[in-house]
């Protein structure tokens, strides 16, 4: 009696690769339901993007605002006004932007559920923001006693109000990253929470690239 052997079926190759088996079908499927996708941004984050684009607009309109008046006065600043102080803010400038590194690292930390090392940076960038804002108010105070006030024209009227404005949202930032800081002292994140602050990094992320465009068409330019 023969026995006759199937020989196994030729897989055929398409430009010299070998092409993927054919997805399991019958009975291999276990009933269960797909696991829901998880969203690419958790609902505080998305509202927090959201803030930040009507922000954005906010801003953008007051600097558009301020390059009107400064293009239509023949002079600019305009004469027996005090000049703006361009090292000082230069350099408040970098420790702004060293707090928004100090706000990576921290993102990080939370990531890795690094607590002690998330209060650190936490407090790090805390502290370089509330320097920041002293610095600015001990020069608009200087300023002031110069004789530019807000009433100096629009000269004083648009530096004021950029500038304040400015200030006030770095300080409402500052309040938003003092209350994670007291929850992470508290190791509220330690369970792998993370949207509070990862949420407050974006927006400190944004108070702090805001300022280097409004130093350079404010002061610089």
């Not at 399991?24 to 984050?45: F, H, K, Q, S, V």
């Not at 906010?58 to 009107?68: D, E, I, P, R």
């Not at 607590?115 to 600015?136: D, S, Y």
């Amino acid at each position: 009696m023969s026995v006759i052997l199937e020989r196994p079926p030729v897989i055929q190759r398409r430009n010299g690769k070998v092409p993927p088996p054919p997805p399991p079908t019958g009975g291999d499927d276990d009933g269960r339901d797909p696991a829901p996708r998880r969203p690419l941004l958790d609902n505080l984050r998305l509202a927090t993007l959201f803030f930040i684009g009507a922000e954005t607009m906010f801003f953008a309109g007051l600097v558009f605002a301020f390059w009107v008046l400064r293009l239509s006065a023949p002079v600019w600043p305009p004469p027996l006004q005090p000049r703006l102080p361009l090292g000082v803010t230069g350099v408040n400038t970098l420790v702004l932007l060293g707090s928004s590194v100090a706000m990576v690292a921290a993102v990080r930390a939370v990531g890795r559920r690094d607590g002690p090392v998330l209060v650190r940076r936490l407090a790090t960038a805390a502290g370089l923001g509330v320097l920041f804002l002293v610095v600015q108010g001990y020069e608009w105070a200087r300023l002031l006693g110069f004789g530019l006030t807000v009433t100096s024209g629009s000269y004083g009227t648009t530096f004021y109000t950029i500038i304040g404005v400015h200030g006030a949202h770095v300080f409402g930032a500052l309040v938003w990253l003092t209350v994670m800081l007291g929850l992470a002292a508290r190791g509220r994140f330690a369970d792998g929470w993370t949207a509070p602050v990862k949420a407050c990094a974006m927006y400190w992320h944004f108070v702090v690239a805001l300022w280097p465009l409004i130093y350079l068409s404010i002061y610089l330019l």
